[in-house]
């Protein structure tokens, strides 16, 4: 209200008032009316092409001009005690984190490593499984999930798409053959990832053919539920693997895997940290959270 009264003493107009205010003139003109009927006097002399303050309203404009920039002194100066207080609080405690197998082993953990570098004194428990994890009841801090999210009310943090590419040892492709579209895969063993999760099919991977999803069935002779175990599979010349480009990257650097069918990749998987609003206020979280971040991109 006092905002308004100098607002509008400045502008000496309440249509000029209420754009700055981001009000109607007539909410403006009403809560200079209430003033003065508080405090029983003028503060303004209108006719209808001008305003001027009574010699009442100019000591009132002063004082509300002081008393506002106190007001902004003080929540400049609460802020900046905040910040310092966090910088002379170094973040601790334990951080219980949830994350897909994969992701957890070639993605995260190495800018985990790196944050226990930087804040030594926060405790890392980091759990990996492939199975729907419950952020609260299992008593987890922040949780990583691979793909569409139903809505859980928690706080959501999109990351950097997770990307599966296809793979296979020279050694195989030499014997059987490079497959130039998805549809020469019937042709070849496929490693053969078992999902967790039931509903998904085993036998089915997904490829961008002509700029659209299309789905196909595979078959190969080899299964496994552990990523790592169809890594070493498609290393030793078994057959092809479809794995997070992050887990094969080494391989393929090393000469120990070849990328192939690189012009039919699957979309990228959306990938998410999920927290609680309340947790984000811990000074442990928050900076890890803000790590991730900043390692990711």
């Not at 107009?13 to 029983?40: C, R």
């Not at 590419?165 to 490079?178: E, K, M, V």
């Not at 090393?254 to 069918?261: A, G």
Request: charged share 20%; aromatic share 12%; hydrophobic share 40%.
């Amino acid at each position: 209200m006092h905002g308004c009264f100098c607002a509008n003493s400045k502008k000496r107009s309440f249509a000029a008032a209420s754009v700055s205010l981001n009000t109607s003139p007539q909410m403006v003109a009403k809560y200079i009316a209430f003033l003065e009927n508080y405090f029983g006097i003028k503060l303004l002399n209108r006719t209808t092409r001008s305003q001027i303050l009574t010699e009442f309203g100019k000591q009132y404009y002063e004082r509300c001009l002081f008393i506002l920039s106190e007001i902004k002194a003080s929540k400049m100066l609460a802020q900046q005690l905040i910040e310092a207080q966090q910088l002379i609080d170094e973040p601790k405690g334990k951080l219980r984190i949830s994350a897909p197998i994969s992701y957890g082993n070639f993605n995260l953990i190495p800018i985990i490593s790196q944050f226990i570098k930087r804040y030594p004194k926060i405790d890392v428990d980091l759990q990996l499984s492939d199975s729907y994890v419950d952020l609260i009841k299992e008593d987890f801090d922040i949780v990583f999930r691979i793909g569409e999210l139903v809505d859980s009310g928690l706080i959501v943090r999109q990351l950097k798409p997770y990307q599966l590419i296809f793979a296979a040892a020279s050694s195989y492709l030499a014997q059987y053959g490079n497959p130039t579209v998805p549809e020469e895969l019937n042709q070849h063993q496929c490693l053969i990832y078992q999902y967790v999760n039931r509903n998904k099919k085993d036998d089915i991977w997904s490829f961008t053919i002509s700029g659209k999803l299309v789905e196909l069935p595979i078959s190969g002779s080899f299964k496994s539920n552990n990523t790592l175990a169809l890594a070493t599979a498609a290393i030793e010349g078994v057959g092809i693997t479809m794995l997070p480009e992050a887990m094969l990257n080494k391989a393929i650097k090393q000469n120990k895997l070849l990328p192939i069918l690189q012009d039919y990749l699957p979309p990228a998987r959306k990938l998410y940290m999920l927290y609680t609003a309340d947790l984000y206020r811990l000074p442990k979280l928050k900076m890890f959270i803000e790590f991730v971040i900043d390692s990711e991109f």
